[in-house]
């Protein structure tokens, strides 16, 4: 009884006082920056008004969760015929003599060769790897063209444009680094106009940079082609190789 009556005076107590209400400040949080700029809207064909696309990025971003939205568009919106598109795709690469692929593709029925072997002999052929190559394998092996891409991609090895008649390619590992191969670099791209991965307009040389080149001896390295190692290069060394080459070229 006691603790009611104490209850009951501090209710009677507080009553007459005035109600204090904290206004706490609203918050929303910073919408992020792989989402700005991705509100996008379609204008409906039927009446080029602008509508909403339904892509759910406003629900996703949505600081108080309070949108939701229906992923399905009512408005029937132009679908790209992934036909079409692969058939501009194809249209748009360089033609590539096929005939030359059919050795490769008989070692693999032959042999069994797995799918990195058969790239590279592919590349042998052409230098590169061109897409209709790469679609022929896929045809004949069964191996997806997204797959054969995608290891295609993992090793630095494989290229997918072509290259020039002589590929200098400098070594950038550790012995070569420390011995002057950045030095090689610029000499080799003020020497030929071209930047690392670039060919020169006239189709004779392409610079590119190599972890390793087996040659650590001989740092820093260079190698021309598939063969030939030059060592121990200084950059004016450098410049005398492709001036000699290009004097070959010449005669």
Known sequence: MLGMF????TTIRHLPMKKITVQYPEE????????????????????????????????SNCPV???????????????????RIAEVRLAAQEGVDLAALRAVLDDHHEHGTGLVTMLQNTQEVY???????????????????????GVA?????????KVGKHVLSVCVGTACHVAGAPLLIDAFASELGIDVGGTTPDG????????CIGACALAPAVRLGEE?????????EARKIVRELRREEEA
């Open 6 to 9: 104490k209850a009951m005076r």
């Open 28 to 59: 929303r949080e910073r919408l992020p920056e792989r989402s700005r700029g991705l509100f996008r809207v379609v204008i409906d064909p039927a009446s080029g008004d602008p509508r909403c696309r339904a892509c759910t990025l406003c629900e």
């Open 127 to 149: 230098g590169y790897l061109p897409r209709l190559a790469l679609q022929s394998v896929s045809l004949e092996t069964g191996i997806s063209l997204s797959q054969i891409y």
């Open 65 to 83: 969760q309070v949108i939701r939205v229906n992923s399905i568009s009512k408005y029937e919106l132009p679908v790209p015929k992934a036909a």
């Open 204 to 211: 004779l040389f392409t610079l590119q940079t190599v972890n």
């Open 228 to 236: 030939e190692t030059f060592g121990r290069l200084t950059p004016d």
């Open 153 to 161: 991609s993992f090793y630095n090895m494989f290229r997918f444009s």
